[in-house]
């Protein structure tokens, strides 16, 4: 596994000459799935009113729309808290849009306080996530924040 300072680096440099908010999401989420390991699914779902809305992600197709407060992904862009579920099948209220997951981890996406969606990362591994997997990719996700221009994303 590369370490995170190299993660970090090579992140910075993607992101370099980018402001967009969704090339800057997309090259995310193809980041993630391409340097961690055990995933089939990696990316965002941005809040539109009550529900979340797919946004830029790799693997399979996914659900959408999805209620605030429903599932893994609703749960934690309702309360702004990350969630990490080692078996999704122990979950109320899972939501299954890939029958072959088995582990999940969302991340809420704040910005300037509020929560614009989350960033999901699901493996057909059972208690695939670990805190320092948690840990990494909130640090991350703060130099995707720090790097792109969501003002222009509508959701702030």
């Not at 090259?27 to 946004?55: I, T």
């Not at 729309?65 to 309702?78: D, F, H, N, Q, R």
Request: charged share 20%; aromatic share 10%; hydrophobic share 45%.
């Amino acid at each position: 596994m590369i370490k995170q300072a190299e993660l970090k680096a090579q992140l910075i440099a993607l992101l370099a000459d980018e402001k967009d908010w969704i090339t800057n999401c997309s090259q995310f989420s193809a980041f993630v799935f391409q340097y961690f390991s055990d995933l089939n699914w990696a990316g965002f779902y941005f809040k539109h009113g009550s529900h979340l809305k797919l946004g830029p992600f790799q693997g399979k197709v996914a659900c959408n729309p999805i209620a605030l407060g429903k599932g893994v992904c609703g749960k934690a862009a309702a309360s702004g808290r990350a969630i990490s579920v080692a078996n999704v099948h122990d979950f109320p209220g899972h939501i299954a849009c890939d029958p072959l997951s088995r582990s999940e981890l969302v991340l809420p996406l704040i910005i300037q306080g509020k929560v614009l969606g989350i960033f999901d990362l699901d493996s057909p591994l059972f208690n695939r996530f670990q805190p320092d997997d948690q840990a990494q990719l909130q640090d991350l996700l703060k130099i995707l924040i720090s790097k792109t221009d969501f003002k222009s994303s509508g959701l702030l």
